[in-house]
Every structure is written in C-alpha cells, then in structure tokens.
C-alpha cells in the first residue's frame, strides 16, 4: 500500500491512548497476540450458540457508536485528553462474548485502517481495551444489576459508572505492565503516572456510560437484560 | 430482519454518524498514555506506521482539516458497522446451523422455531 502524505497539520489530532509500535518489545507484543487471539476465539466459540435475532444490529450499532464516541477526545486537567474506551458499555449491551468480538472490530479498524495504534501493539491492544474491560466491566455491572435488583434509581447508574472507572484503571495497568516488561520505561515511573492520568480519564468514561445506559433503559429498556435476585421466598418485599 | 430492528440499526447508525459530525471538536491535546510517554520521555521510541490509510482520523485529500476528520469518522463509523454486521450475520449462520442439527438429534422442532437457543430470544 502506497504512502499517502497529508497536509500535516500544526496540531495534530492526537493519537489516542492506543499503544503504538516501537512501545513494546517483540516477545511482549507477541505475548499480546496470543492473549488476544485466546479470548477472540473463546468469543467466537461462546457467541455462535448464543446470538439471537436482536444481537445482529445491537453488535453493528454499538460498534459504531463507541467507533465514533472514541474519536471525541474529552479534555481533562493538565493539558490531557481522554476517550471513552466503551468496553463496558459494550459488555452492557450485547453481553460480554459478542462485545469483546465488537470491540476487537473497533480496534482492528483502528490500527488497520486509521494507523490508531500499531500493528505490532494490535494484540494487546486488544486485550487491554476490548478484552479486560469487556469481562471485568459486565462483572461489577452485574453486581450492580443484584444490587438495583430491576429498581429504577440511582443504584444501576452508579454501578455502571464503577464499573467502568474500574476498567480504564486496569486497562492502564495493564498497558504500565507491558511498556515496564518491553523496558520502555520503569514500572515505578509509568505506573503511578499512568494511573493518576486514567483516574481523571475513567471519570469521562464512567459518565458517558452511564448516562448512555440510563439513555438506553429510557428508551429501548428490551435492549438491556438485568439479571434479577430470585424472588424472595415469604420475605419483606 | 424484522421491521424493528431495522429501526434500531438506522436509528444507531445515524446517532455514531452524528457523533462523527462533531469529531472536529475533540480536544486536540495529548490523551492519557501520550502525555506519560512524553512527560516521562519514552514518546519518541514510538514508530510511525508503515502505511497510511485515513492516519489521525484525517480522511486524505480533502483540504479542510475539519472536513477530512467529518469524513474520516463517517468512513469509519460505516466500516465498522459493516463489519461488525457481517460477524454478526456469519455468527448467526453458525448458530442456527448448530441449532437446527441439535434439535434434528433430539426430535421434530415445533412449528415456526428456529429450535435451540438461537431461537429462544425470537418474539
């Protein structure tokens, strides 16, 4: 494929906090390949005996909207930006197997396709945006859901916005992990600098999924499954 | 498809496509791992990519830098709905497949189901 110049501009948009190549070493990157390639394919094999009529178009339209969602860096303090990473929102959505196949869609176009994030990076990128914020979001999300127990309120909407501030704190432990193991900055200087910058960034990321799930049960509440507690047998409710 | 969801898909669509008309307000300044690689002086073991397609969003030969971004997101917002579609549709094929040669094993499916799970979520 040819080389395409662009008329640079005097800021360029920023690259987003998608790992590029040259961050991490080759056994490192290797190491994300595998990982990656372990969960897509876990994905696939759970999804292709659960997918209903619904999932199709659900899959396509939250692939888009977190698509475009992460282009809108949101500013935060000290000249930093962040973006919506969306895997819980994902996860809440299409469930977490089908979600971690969207958000491997949303990455792979972006590295292949809008050079966001490198080819080397691709597989923990993956992993680290579209794997473990997919399964440990839907976890806390469900605990959420236990929680609210189908109540209208403050309790899912706050659980939500845990859940996903929990995930881009991990997701930027994860990536610390992997830049200190590649050697490409000490684990003491990137982890704290990395975590005290996501906990600004997960803020975002928690308020735009909550207010996109509250949107959602607002609108179309049979997109959302919420597990319920069993009724209880002669309780107080 | 059911006239529902076919709702659903546009009226999803068009919301990521409205979103991508707004992209040329993003904060331009440098995200989370950007500005640790910087201020902790690893930005530059960074490596450019070894092509270019619609690099930092800028869909390329189109002048106005807000414009190309617009276009970008929209190429992009299409690409992935396309995409994700097309797994989607393929997931399903399996599913059904699987479906269908489970209940074939177990008995006579009932009218109109599709049989197993993948038709357990069907109105």
Redesign the interface.
């Known amino acids: 494929?040819?080389?395409?110049s662009?008329?640079s501009?005097a800021?360029?948009?920023?690259?987003?906090?998608?790992?590029?190549?040259?961050?991490l070493s080759g056994p490192v990157a290797g190491v994300g390949y595998v990982l990656a390639a372990v969960f897509v394919a876990l994905a696939?094999w759970r999804?292709?005996?659960?997918?209903?009529?619904?999932?199709?178009?659900?899959?396509?339209?939250?692939?888009?909207?977190i698509?475009?969602?992460q282009?809108?860096?949101?500013?935060?303090a000290?000249?930093?930006?962040?973006?919506l990473l969306g895997g819980t929102l994902a996860a809440i959505l299409v469930g977490p197997w089908?979600a971690i196949?969207?958000m491997t869609?949303?990455i792979g176009?972006?590295g292949?396709?809008?050079?966001?994030g490198?080819?080397a990076a691709l597989g923990f990128n993956i992993f680290n945006m579209g794997v473990i914020p997919v399964l440990v979001g839907y976890g806390v999300y469900y605990l959420a859901t236990l929680f609210a127990n189908g109540r209208r309120g403050w309790v899912l909407p706050t659980g939500v916005f845990v859940a996903s501030w929990i995930t881009v704190m991990l997701a930027?432990f994860a990536?610390s992990i992997e830049?200190a193991v590649s050697g490409?900055?000490p684990l003491r200087?990137?982890l704290p600098?990395?975590m005290g910058?996501?906990a600004l960034?997960g803020i975002g990321e928690g308020l735009i999924t909550a207010a996109a799930v509250t949107f959602v049960l607002a609108a179309?509440p049979d997109?959302i499954e919420q597990p319920r507690r069993p009724a209880p047998q002669g309780g107080l409710s | 498809?059911?006239r529902g969801?076919?709702v659903?898909?546009m009226?999803?669509?068009g919301?990521?496509?409205v979103?991508?008309l707004?992209?040329p307000?993003?904060?331009?300044?440098?995200?989370?791992?950007?500005?640790?690689?910087e201020?902790?002086a690893?930005v530059d073991?960074?490596?450019d990519?070894?092509?270019?397609?619609?690099?930092?969003?800028?869909f390329?030969?189109v002048?106005n830098?807000d414009a190309a971004?617009i276009l970008?997101?929209v190429v992009?917002?299409?690409?992935?709905?396309?995409?994700?579609?097309a797994?989607?549709?393929g997931?399903?094929a399996?599913?059904r497949r699987?479906?269908i040669a489970g209940t074939k094993l177990a008995g006579p499916a009932p009218p109109g189901s599709t049989g197993g799970?993948?038709?357990?979520?069907?109105q």
């Not at chain 1, 292949?112 to 966001?116: G, P, R, S, T």
């Open positions: 494929m040819a080389y395409i662009l008329p501009p800021l360029p948009h920023p690259t987003p906090m998608h790992i590029p190549d040259g961050f696939v999804t292709n005996r659960s997918l209903d009529e619904k999932s199709v178009p659900l899959m396509g339209v939250t692939a888009a909207c698509f475009a969602a282009m809108m860096n949101f500013p935060v000290g000249g930093t930006s962040g973006h089908a196949i969207v869609s949303v176009v972006q292949l396709m809008f050079q966001d490198g080819l930027a990536t830049l490409t900055s200087v990137v600098a990395m910058v996501h960034i179309r997109l | 498809m059911k969801y076919l659903l898909l009226a999803g669509i919301i990521a496509l979103i991508a707004f992209s307000l993003a904060s331009s300044k440098p995200d989370g791992l950007e500005r640790v690689a201020d902790k690893f073991k960074g490596n990519a070894p092509y270019k397609v619609i690099a930092d969003y800028a390329p030969w002048g830098e971004t970008g997101g992009g917002v299409v690409v992935v709905a396309a995409l994700v579609l797994l989607g549709v997931l399903r399996v599913s699987t479906a799970k993948a038709g357990a979520g069907e």
